[in-house]
């Protein structure tokens, strides 16, 4: 009666998302499967697409600073760091020394929120409801303190090509050291919540494992190569906005497993506290804007800038035909490359394991599909 | 224009434009060289067409041919085993109208370089994806949005755009509000995404 063929196995392509919630907004995957093995995977991207580097070449440069936070939108302090650096690199000015440190506090605590989206949404993945709550409670206070700053909470514009749009208000840097104060112990109140926790730790050991070697031929980098042993942070590497002077350690991992990528990532939040720390401690007089014309008009010519996002590398590519807008506007976006490294990653795993991947590279659709 | 006598340092090439209305302004570009440079250049000869370096970011401009092997050369004899990115610039007014950008990072050295290279409309110019995965999404970017075919590529597919779509958007002759009317209309059922 019943099919003599019924319980021979067969391969099965199944498509998750780009509805799918664990997918971190529009990211579809069409696995192919044997039962829950994953045989491969391709990613399906694009669902975001609004032609950010289309639009720069036809804004000013003073008008698509604005846009760039909008490609990786829960670290936008970031975005707006890489591309001014860019555009005052292709002017060859360099924003005074109050600029650059009042820019290293944003952007650290830029760092800070965007990990914890990251650690909240990524347990959530795995089946831990209540981290959500308790990062989001402190990601709250940091973007208190944008508000109070430049109005704005997640898509700051912060920066201005020179230096800063506003003078820092009454109390900053004592509102900074609070936070710090208050934060400190919150991740080790999540290490003890998390670090020891038998289903996590199950979850995510040789879980997306990918070795030094990986990463560097899949152009993987920020907590991901780190997490795989290699003491690399652009921030170290080629300082900028005055990072050299600043005390911190690169937390590495060993084995390049979820596992280790989530020991990294919340030791870079610590770090993260001790440079804004250092900063607000010693945050110089002085103007906030270099001498930066009204009308930007860069000579013919072109730069490439990159800095340590929270992500990993994000690069800018603009290239100046002397007008007042950009000719190109490339964004090297660390969210697009990291994720091609999932395919080598999710092959052996099972499709739980492809949760905790996509959590553990940390993606932005935003920033995927530009 | 800008704010009188507070002008931002200006490279003296740079301001041709209204002297020599015919030759556009180029790059202040100064000449590289390093050992580095001595060795690609005894290693390629003349398939390396200049060797350059602009507000200190240096680079080589190459024929389309070596980008390949030199790139391979690179990774294997001198560090450069990070391949960053890779992109274009279109210029239609030139013969060779696309500009592809390889940029690359050694971790060794702590160093970064660009490749470039110039190919008409049509020139299919190699993958990278033998000497660096990294280049698979790259170049599929890259043919998405400036319609540059890459010979050898495994999956050469549109990836940001819809597989359907007509056009390659970064191209400069597409303006901001060309789109693909009748895709727009056959999948999302409007005139216009206007």
Redesign the interface.
Known sequence: MADPTFLDSTELVLNMGPQHPSTHGVLRVILKLDGEKVLGTECV??YL?R?V???G??RTYQMFAPYVDRTDYVASVSNGLGYCLAVE?????EAPPRAQAVRVILTELNRISSHLVWLGTHCLDIGAITPLFYTFREREMIMDIYEKYCGARLTTHAFRIGGLQYELYEGFEQECRDLCDWFLPRVDEYEQLLTGNRILVARMTNVGVLTAEDC????VTGPMLRAAG?P?DLRK??PYSGYEQYEFEIPTGKNGDTYDRYLVRMEEMRQSVRIIRQAADRIPDGPIMA?????I????????V?IEAPKG?L?Y?I?S??STQP??V?I?PPS??NL?SLDKMARGALVADIVAIIGTIDIVLGEV?? | MAEEGKPVPKPPAAQAGSAAPKAPPQMAATPWESELTQALAARFGDEILEFSSYLGQEFLVARPAAVIPILEWLKTEAGFDYLVDITAVDYPARAERFELFYILYSFARNQRIRIKTNLPDGGRPATATGVHLTANWLEREVFDMFGIEFAGHPDLRRILMPEEWQGHPLRKDYSILTQDQAWVRENLGIESAQ
Do not use: C, M, T
């Open positions: 991207i694009g697409h032609g580097e289309k639009i070449e036809n690199k292709l002017l060859n000015v560097k031929a899949y152009g290699v690399w590497a080629q001498k930066v014309p009204k009308v008009k860069p000579p013919v010519g072109e730069v490439y990159s590398e690069g590519l290239v035909d002397g000719y190109r490339r090297r697009f490359i091609q599909d530009r």
